[in-house]
């Protein structure tokens, strides 16, 4: 008898991946985490505008390969809920970014660096697009948030990232994503 991975493990191994496919631009890692079909994935990304599909996606990404070069994220989980078929996943992190080229694919004549803040959260249903009881991505929204120090309005410093450690809340502790590069810490 093999050990299946539990409900949870499989979303955290799909948030992983889709964090990771975004590492160095990784187009066929990301069409894994995402289902089939133009109509099934719907996406707010951090560029403030919407994806519908995972083709729609794959092109905006094919675009940015040509001008940008991504690191990878440091991603703190919030929170993970799975209630039958389906899923969500919250988390918050830094992703570094730089563009390298212009529209045209001309290098610039050194690297503009963008690192982002971000929060997001991913929708997971138990169909792979096709009607497979395989989990996948379903929505994605993500949004920038504010820098680490900056305290919300009508709180004090001590609810700031820094001071409450990104990926935690009040009434829980984040787990760090961890990816497998052996880089990250």
Known sequence: MTDQPTDEEQILRLHRDWY?????INI???RTVFPTGDENFLMFNLNDHPYFGVDDLAKLWT???RTDRWGLCEDHVIRVDVCGDMAYVVSEGIYPSWVIKDDEGNPLPEEIPVVMNYRSTEIYRRDDGEG???????HFHCSTRPDDDEAPPAKTDKDSATARGLGNTPYSTGKRTVFATGTEG
Do not use: K, V
């Not at 497979?132 to 991505?137: F, H, S, T, V, Y």
């Open 63 to 65: 675009f940015y390969a």
């Open 132 to 138: 497979r009881p395989e989990w996948r991505m379903w």
């Open 20 to 24: 990771y496919a975004n590492y160095n």
């Open 28 to 30: 066929p890692l990301m």
